[in-house]
DNA sequence: TCTGAATTGAACGTACTGGTTCAGAAATTT
DNA sequence: AAATTTCTGAACCAGTACGTTCAATTCAGA
């Protein structure tokens, strides 16, 4: 039982697992590019090189093959966007304080809005009428983790006297809108050009008085 | 030809134009919580108290009954939008501008984030693989037309001395993504406070030096 | 090499729905 | 009141895709 070790050079996917990521992989692929009724399933196995009856064999049916791709493309984008907050940690304490908030603004626009990322979220709302809870299930697995691991981090500037006394959690939220926000009006827009206006605003409105 | 002058009480929508209209209410209804795929032409018709028939003679296919019936509702959450923002025309010189930035963030937030606004915003990106224009079409009849509309607010802020000197349309993007950001995090989020938050921050990162 | 499990390709039944057609009813106009 | 247009209800056709079944084949492990 379980999934043997792949012995193979690993040419095709050969434990169970690993067949079943190959395949909730293509499923999350044709999904982002066709939407949910535009894809059949037959073409998500395609994708992931396998026989139709085999996605069946490893999943129960289209519904749960939508909900475990997203799901699981949810948890990579929070886990990429996460390591960068992380690296918010290493500012020392005479750093340039805006760089590093930039340096971070860009390393989150690369990591929480590549395309993966919009595809996400785009599924996540698209199909809310057929998956209730799928929304608020990616939105905890990205933005809210997102948003605490950055709070944690400017609570810690804060501390140090580098912020303004201030909630973490709404700052946390303020630098994410300034960030992103503008790309609702400009989706080409430069990342470093918004990193850099994001954290110039964010650091004469939540930097020490 | 054309449509003729309603005679009756208006029990049901008499001209071809309200008709149409009444069509075009419908479909967005039953698309906004079914989503496309799972909504039937029937249901439409049913919904606008119509036989299916007429639904067709009206409007071409399901396809065109989407695009219009979102870009019809953009247009609306557009207008409405519009009329909040041209409310700041009228701060006086010696008025509280933290105060308008509130009540034009409150409402703002009633107009481009109520239930239809985000419907809109959802039905326009869902099936944006199907309709690759209609995306950027309710962008510009939405959010492009209220940046617009408040970056000529701020420009005039700007020359009368009350905000500092800076680029209008960034500082919308700026404004709108403060207010509407931490619904991200918070969908249920108190609007009185969301602008009062964002009227605050705002006016200390653009605020006079 | 042998055994059992997993995969494959193909086909099948079923259900649903988009778009059309048609005859009759309703309403509006003349 | 007669005529013309529009709407209605029902039925119909065609296409599509889900989920299943099955025999044949490949693969993993002993």
Do not use: W
């Given at each position: ?5 792949s012995?193979?050079?690993g ?5 169970r697992d690993?067949?079943?990521?190959a395949?909730?992989?293509g499923?999350?692929a044709?999904?982002?590019r066709r ?5 059949c ?5 395609q994708?992931a090189?396998v026989?139709k009856?085999?996605v ?5 049916d ?5 909900r475990e791709?997203v ?6 984008v929070g886990?990429r966007s996460?390591?960068?907050v992380e ?17 971070a603004?860009?390393?989150l626009?690369q990591?929480c ?6 595809a996400?979220h ?6 809310a009428?057929?998956f209730p ?10 933005a809210l983790?997102i ?6 981090r400017?609570a810690?500037?804060?501390?140090a ?6 909630e973490?959690?709404?700052?946390a939220e303020h630098?994410?809108?300034?960030l ?16 850099r206006?994001a954290a110039?605003?964010f650091l ?6």
């Open positions: 039982m379980g999934s043997e070790v012995t193979g050079a040419r095709k996917a050969r434990g690993e067949r079943r990521q395949i909730l992989d499923a999350f044709v999904f982002a939407g949910y009724a535009q894809t399933v037959q073409e998500v196995a994708e090189g026989a009856p085999t069946y064999n490893h999943l129960a289209k519904e749960s093959l939508y791709a799901e699981a493309a949810a948890d990579r886990a996460l390591a960068v690296g918010l940690r290493e500012v020392a304490p005479d750093a340039d304080l805006r760089e590093g908030l930039r340096a603004g860009r390393g626009l990591a809005h590549d395309e993966e990322a919009r996400v785009r599924l996540a709302s698209a199909e009428a057929r809870d799928l929304e608020t299930s990616a939105r905890e697995r990205t983790r948003r605490s691991a950055l709070a944690d400017l810690r500037l804060v501390l006297g580098r912020l303004r006394p201030c973490p959690e709404l700052a630098f994410l809108a300034l992103t926000g503008p790309l609702v009006y400009r989706p080409d827009a430069e990342p470093d050009a918004l990193a206006a110039e605003v004469r409105a939540y930097g020490p008085g």
